[in-house]
């Protein structure tokens, strides 16, 4: 074997199925530390229904974290993505592919609609500086929408890995009971327009509570994925 031949075997050995199957696999965690450290850099908008002064106000006042937290919670979607799809791996190998599947569309979806949460959240920063006040509120109102309506998608994230891996003996019954419990969460969650009320979409409940509890869950399904076992070829 000639020195580069071994240099080759080497690396391939060292960066191979083992070594990107233990890093998406713990995605997770990355996705779930960039949205929250993304988050608190960005700080808390406005709600619906803000006025134009408040928003211009708020966005030309923070821009600048703004737009440092953009690529980091741009990281944290990526990496869910990632994660989502090495749950897909691991439930093909027990014969388990369609809700896989399931978990895979549903982090399509939940990555396109944060992806455009985000784009809106920068782009504010720019109107703030033109004083376009109208458009301003009017996007501000099309992204709460759009949060809540990413209820319904985030809701089957949860929902795809939670059955699959209750049917494949990696959770137990109370553990996929309280994944389900947020399933239904999740489902209301997409009702949450009674503006003015603890039912709005900027209230506790939609805009804390259940993100809270989904990145809770991304932890504890991540912590069950590092312990199943794998053959698989698919990294």
Do not use: C
Not at 15 to 21: C, V
Not at 138 to 146: I, K
Not at 199 to 222: K, M, N, Q, T, Y
């Amino acid at each position: 074997m000639t020195a580069t031949t071994a240099a080759m075997a080497a690396s391939t050995e060292k960066y191979g199925r083992i070594f990107f199957e233990h890093l998406w696999r713990g995605a997770g965690i990355q996705a779930v530390a960039f949205i929250v450290i993304g988050a608190l850099v960005a700080g808390f908008g406005p709600g619906i229904g803000a006025s134009a002064e408040t928003l211009t106000g708020f966005y030309g006042a923070n821009g600048v974290r703004i737009l440092i937290a953009t690529p980091i919670l741009g990281l944290g979607i990526l990496n869910l993505v990632w994660f989502t799809q090495s749950i897909r791996v691991a439930l093909a190998e027990v014969g388990l592919d369609g809700w896989g599947a399931a978990a895979t569309a549903a982090s399509a979806m939940t990555g396109a609609i944060a992806f455009v949460l985000i784009a809106i959240q920068a782009a504010q920063v720019t109107i703030a500086g033109t004083g376009d006040g109208a458009f301003a509120t009017g996007l501000n109102t099309v992204a709460w929408t759009a949060v809540v309506l990413s209820s319904f998608p985030r809701a089957m994230l949860v929902m795809g890995p939670s059955f699959g891996f209750w049917r494949a003996g990696y959770i137990s019954n109370k553990q996929f009971l309280l994944a389900v419990g947020l399933v239904f969460a999740g489902v209301f969650g997409g009702t949450t327009l009674a503006i003015g009320t603890v039912w709005a979409p900027d209230a506790a409940f939609s805009r804390f509570i259940l993100p809270a509890l989904e990145l809770v869950w991304v932890v504890a399904i991540g912590r069950v994925l590092s312990r199943v076992p794998s053959t698989s070829t698919g990294f």
